[in-house]
């Protein structure tokens, strides 16, 4: 395990599971089990799992100008974001280019959690705040436990009264197992899922319950990596593996913009006081690439860093590559130039592998996106 200063309070379970806990974020985090990512993938798509994703980092942000100034740090207007409604967003720097995304939970009237993964977000938000009416508190106490998959909400609705109605991007606090939580109608895979937030000393009991009383649903304990799998299905992006601070570009400075990357819709409509706002409207129309789906005509996976190639010219990157054992497709999500991306777009996969592929629009599982959103 990497030397860190975040220490997951599942720590112990991850280890019996075969884990041989890999940094990320600052914190030990379960990569991969010694059991096989192809099940996990499987029992998120049709039944359910439950993944540890303490290693996000949880930023409170409390005061009269906290809505204020996350309405200026992020692309939201966080004065539509009423108690127990969250939010996507993202974060760019002065340059107009993305820094970081993040889901906005809003707690009370002048209350806010922030969530964000590997970008600066925490950073700014502690710039942002200096001589300001906000508090800011990093917590790393509170863990995160995602369930994730089809039977996520039927577990939950024996333990939790009225979790069905809770709305897709809504939270509430309840109990769970007798242990203070909070659920939100969030995740990274695609499927209906919900993440649990509780005191680290709650996290072992409740994941080892969920576990327990979950058996007969099928649900079980998913490694990290196999949301790679699951994203690369569902078109989520993950910092900075499918940014140019992991694919640069020649003689430029790293950083995307929104136009690039797929991620203008989390500028609210009419919006212009963010930081960047500036810049990421004027660099509209001046793409140098589109974050774009490959379908590879092969029986496995591509490789991170495999290139793309049209009529003897590269095209593209492949930055999140998947085999999917229920769908017997190779898919993957790539950086790709933008007379390229163009669904049905013939292409050349080199390297990992030697495959023909076709450019494909994403996301590739449930387009219309009606199992995330599901009512009932």
């Known amino acids: 395990m990497a030397h860190s200063w975040r220490i997951s309070a599942l720590r112990d379970r991850h280890l019996a599971l075969g884990s041989t806990l890999e940094d ?24 359910a799992g439950l993944m540890d994703v303490s290693g996000l980092k949880k930023v409170h942000y409390v005061g009269p100008h906290a809505e204020s100034l996350l309405s200026y740090a992020t692309t939201r207007d966080i004065s539509k974001v009423y108690p127990g409604k969250s939010v996507y967003a993202c974060m760019l720097n ?36 200096a001589g300001r009416q906000v508090a800011v508190l990093f917590d790393d106490d509170l863990h995160d436990l995602s369930l ?6 039927e577990f939950l609705a024996e333990h939790v009264p009225g979790i069905r109605d809770l709305p897709y ?19 990274y895979t695609g499927e209906r899922g919900y993440e649990i937030f509780c005191k ?27 949301l790679d799998w699951l994203r690369t299905e569902s078109y989520l992006l993950f910092f900075p593996y499918d940014n140019s601070e992991m694919y640069p570009f020649a003689q430029e400075k790293a950083g995307d913009t929104l136009w690039e990357l797929g991620l203008d819709f989390t500028v609210s409509p009419g919006k212009q006081d963010f930081r960047g706002a500036h810049e990421h409207y004027r660099l509209q129309g001046q ?6 789906g490959v379908l590879i005509d092969a029986p496995l996976a591509a490789e991170p860093g495999d290139t793309l190639w049209q009529d003897g010219k590269q095209v593209g990157v492949i930055t999140c590559p998947m085999y999917s054992r229920l769908t017997k497709r190779s898919l ?38 009606k199992k995330r959103t599901a009512k009932g």
């Open 24 to 47: 990320w974020n600052g914190m030990g985090t379960a990569w991969t089990y010694s059991s096989d990512l192809a099940d996990h993938h499987e029992a998120i798509r049709t039944k």
């Open 94 to 129: 002065e340059d107009g280019k993305f820094a970081d995304d993040c889901v906005i939970y809003r707690t009370g009237p002048n209350a806010f959690m922030v969530v964000h993964g590997a970008g600066n977000g925490h950073e700014m938000l502690v710039r942002q705040a």
């Open 148 to 153: 994730q998959g089809p039977l996520a909400v």
């Open 169 to 187: 991007f809504h939270h509430v606090q309840t109990t769970l197992f007798g242990h203070p939580v909070m659920i939100s109608r969030t995740g």
């Open 200 to 226: 680290a000393a709650d996290a072992p009991s409740i994941w080892d319950t969920i576990l327990e009383k979950g058996r007969a649903l099928g649900i079980v304990p998913c490694a990290f990596l196999a």
């Open 287 to 292: 793409e140098r690439f589109k974050i774009f």
């Open 332 to 369: 993957a999500i790539a950086r790709m130039d933008t007379a390229s991306a163009v669904h049905g777009t013939p292409l050349r996969v080199k390297g990992s592998l030697e495959a023909s592929a076709i450019a494909h629009e994403m996301p590739f599982d449930d387009p219309e996106k």
